[in-house]
């Protein structure tokens, strides 16, 4: 704000000089200049006098000649003054005029509202540097879940773009090179509830900066960055809790599962994905001979990790200059049907469009086609604009450089577990995933699958909080198996499904239904959108729990409850007895975990080793509870 | 040398000379306070104000402040000359100019503060 009044006044300085001289000389003139009065008397004019007509003469508002009429020498020096004074406040004017147009304050004004806004922003913020194609989709989605995002991008179009499109919760802009200290801390990386920060540049030693400085100014800060080359990836991984997501990599690891074990790949496909989406069929991906055209960073990272998973491949490449070239590589151009027979194209299994010029792999998809009908097409596509070109190819898959990013990130950012999560099922056997796949399927039947977090603690989920000081819980309680329906009567059904536990530093994998919820739990939870609304209003409302777990309908008000708990007969006595009872309780609670730690590193370490029932569907926990 | 810094030293020098001048005298004795001594004080102490307005040195928003109030004695001082000669319709008795004259009183002091900085200042510039 002070540079703002420092440009202002500093510009002003001659202006308002020139002003007080004119007026001060003018003043001085009337006073001296003698005069008459009604009378035809001799009369000076007093300062007084000599102030007000100066004013109104040099505002233009001229009451004409005041107190008495002007003798022809004070209308001589008035009608000087008056061109001089009129001409000093049109400099004034116009100069302030064109400070508000300087390029260098509009600037100013707008870093000092953004400041000003973030610094007053009081809930969970995300910072997105880079508002491109990736940006955008990103931005997009986090307000679509209501949540606020900053955006800080060197281009002005962008920003310019961003202000003209609708979002469903606000969404501060700033035009301004993010690798600057200055602006990522203006961005808000040191505020309070700054839940993480986004980097999506498209140059790779940009995201280097940026995270080194987010870093450097607050090292606590979660850093999801966006990184195009190996070294990048390692640089930045290589310091503080950083996520990385390499696109290419991303895809390429992604498609190998999906020969690997659809059922993992659906999975990751999934809660990856955008929500509000319904599960899709694992795609069939037979085992066979693969092409892949264009052997870029693109084409490198598919090769690596489909020869990991021992697919026959072929690669296709036009640059006859390239190195380091795997054996068997057809030089030529890939859009030649020639080309393409030559590689094999009638035995092929899949063929996978790779170039950085979308028109190119288009192109040779078609052609593959014609030459083999049968084979699976996989195509990346470069650039956001030609989304309409790849949908009517009608081809197998697509790889969206953007969207595989955004769809990453945002996944990350609204459950943070997750990407542990993922990590540890991406080691599962086949069997052991199917099982996963089949029990979240059976946790959602035909909804709409949806992901969600919750903490326990006295922020995020009061009413689980406050009744866990009270008495112990089970997971099978509260986080699975008890739902409120619509019109509020009291049902049993499953419709959640805990996926993940973090505890501490231990991680439990589908946490049982017999476990002890415990104060700090993260879980990461599975179900329809329906079950999480109904869940969240649960743990967030202490008589609608209350209800769930007892099927009593307590009254919430003091005298109410008072009344009602006299009814039921429990005194003031029984109270104490019963918190007696629940520290007992709680030393049990302890005593317990203390033997089930070792089961829980076990967890971690080698989750296939153990047979865990995965399965908890909805009726085996209706008859535990009715026994 | 620095010819902003002369033209600023100039004025203010000139606003403390002249609201010297201006309250030499008796206090409440009209004959020794001419108001075109305190009308060409008020404007150099302005003069001086604007020439530090926009100062983003510490030194510069310290002038900035002593001379804002100066201006603001002596606008109280000569808006009290003023209330008192036209809207009472009263002659300036000596009650009256007695505040006048301590105002300027006060803005001298200002004045005095604002020398006394700029002469520190200039011993502190070895060049």
Not at chain 1, 114 to 128: C, D, H, L, T
Not at chain 1, 208 to 233: C, G, H, K, S, Y
Not at chain 1, 382 to 397: C, G, I, T, V
Request: charged share 20%.
């Amino acid at each position: 704000m002070s540079s703002l009044f420092h440009i202002l006044f500093r510009r002003l300085r001659s202006p308002l000089f020139v002003l007080v001289v004119i007026y001060a000389i003018s003043i001085l003139g009337f006073v001296i200049i003698p005069g008459v009065d009604d009378q035809g008397q001799p009369w000076k004019m007093s300062f007084f006098h000599a102030f007000y007509f100066v004013s109104f003469m040099a505002t233009t508002i001229g009451f004409g000649e005041i107190p008495y009429a002007f003798t022809d020498t004070q209308r001589f020096w008035a009608l000087i003054t008056m061109y001089a004074t009129v001409v000093a406040w049109l400099y004034c004017i116009g100069m302030l005029l064109s400070i508000f147009q300087d390029a260098v304050f509009r600037q100013q004004m707008r870093i000092n509202s953004f400041r000003r806004r973030v610094g007053n922003i009081r809930e969970p913020f995300y910072i997105v540097c880079g508002y491109g194609d990736t940006g955008t989709q990103l931005t997009r989605s986090l307000t679509n879940e209501h949540i606020l995002t900053v955006v800080i991008d060197i281009d002005e179009n962008r920003i310019t773009e961003l202000e003209g499109d609708d979002f469903k919760s606000p969404v501060f802009a700033l035009c301004a090179d993010a690798s600057q200290s200055e602006f990522l801390e203006m961005a808000g990386v040191k505020h309070p509830w700054c839940q993480g920060m986004v980097t999506l540049a498209n140059d790779d030693t940009v995201n280097l900066t940026v995270a080194i400085v987010a870093q450097l100014l607050n090292p606590d800060l979660r850093l999801i960055a966006r990184a195009e080359t190996p070294e990048a990836e390692a640089n930045i991984l290589s310091f503080g809790a950083n996520e990385v997501i390499n696109p290419f990599e991303t895809f390429a690891s992604r498609l190998a599962l999906a020969i690997r074990s659809p059922s993992l790949y659906c999975l990751y496909d999934w809660m990856t994905g955008i929500s509000h989406q319904v599960m899709k069929e694992p795609p069939v991906l037979a085992q066979g001979l693969w092409i892949i055209s264009g052997f870029g960073r693109f084409g490198e990272s598919l090769y690596e990790h489909l020869d990991d998973e021992d697919v026959d491949l072929r690669v296709i490449e036009s640059d006859r200059t390239k190195r380091d070239l795997p054996a068997g590589t057809v030089m030529g151009r890939a859009t030649e049907a020639a080309t393409l027979r030559k590689a094999g194209i009638k035995e092929a299994v899949g063929i996978i469009g790779g170039t950085n010029i979308d028109a190119d792999n288009l192109s040779i998809l078609m052609t593959a086609q014609e030459e083999n009908p049968d084979i699976f097409r996989v195509a990346r596509q470069n650039e956001d604009k030609n989304a309409h070109l790849f949908e009517a190819a009608n081809l197998d898959m697509v790889m969206q450089r953007g969207s595989v990013i955004s769809n990453t990130i945002f996944a990350l950012i609204k459950t943070p577990l997750l990407g542990d999560f993922l990590r540890i099922v991406s080691r599962f056997k086949n069997e052991r995933s199917n099982e996963l796949v089949s029990s979240i399927i059976g946790v959602v039947e035909q909804d709409i699958p949806d992901l969600w977090e919750i903490t326990v603690c006295a922020e995020e989920t009061p009413a689980l909080y406050q009744i866990l000081k009270q008495r112990p819980l089970l997971v099978s309680d509260v986080l699975c198996g008890n739902e409120m329906t619509e019109d509020g009567s009291y049902k049993r059904t499953l419709k959640t499904l805990p996926l993940f536990l973090r505890r501490g530093e231990g991680n439990v994998l589908l946490p049982e239904e017999n476990r002890f919820i415990k104060e700090g739990d993260r879980y990461l939870m599975c179900g329809s959108i329906k079950a999480r609304d109904n869940m969240m209003l649960c743990l967030n409302n202490i008589n609608m729990l209350e209800y769930i777990l007892t099927g009593e309908d307590k009254p919430s008000g003091w005298v109410l409850r008072k009344l009602w708990e006299y009814r039921k007969g429990v005194g003031a006595t029984s109270v104490d007895d019963s918190f007696k009872d629940s520290d007992a309780d709680e030393e049990l609670i302890k005593a317990e975990d203390v033997t089930e730690k070792p089961e829980r590193a076990k967890d971690v370490k080698s989750p296939s080793d153990e047979d865990k029932p995965t399965s908890n569907a909805p009726s085996d926990t209706g008859t535990n509870k009715d026994e | 040398m620095n010819s902003e810094k002369v033209i600023f030293a100039f004025f203010i020098v000139l606003a403390l000379t002249l609201n010297f001048g201006f309250f030499l005298g008796g206090m409440d004795n009209a004959s020794h306070h001419n108001i075109f001594e305190l009308y060409a004080a008020l404007v150099v102490s302005m003069i001086a104000t604007i020439l530090k307005v926009g100062d983003r040195t510490h030194l510069g928003a310290v002038f900035l402040a002593t001379s804002l109030v100066a201006d603001l004695q002596l606008i109280a001082a000569a808006i009290v000359w003023g209330y008192t000669e036209h809207v009472t319709e009263a002659s300036l008795n000596g009650e009256t100019l007695s505040i006048v004259v301590s105002l300027s009183g006060g803005a001298l002091l200002a004045n005095i503060i604002s020398v006394v900085l700029l002469v520190s200042e200039t011993i502190t510039v070895r060049r």
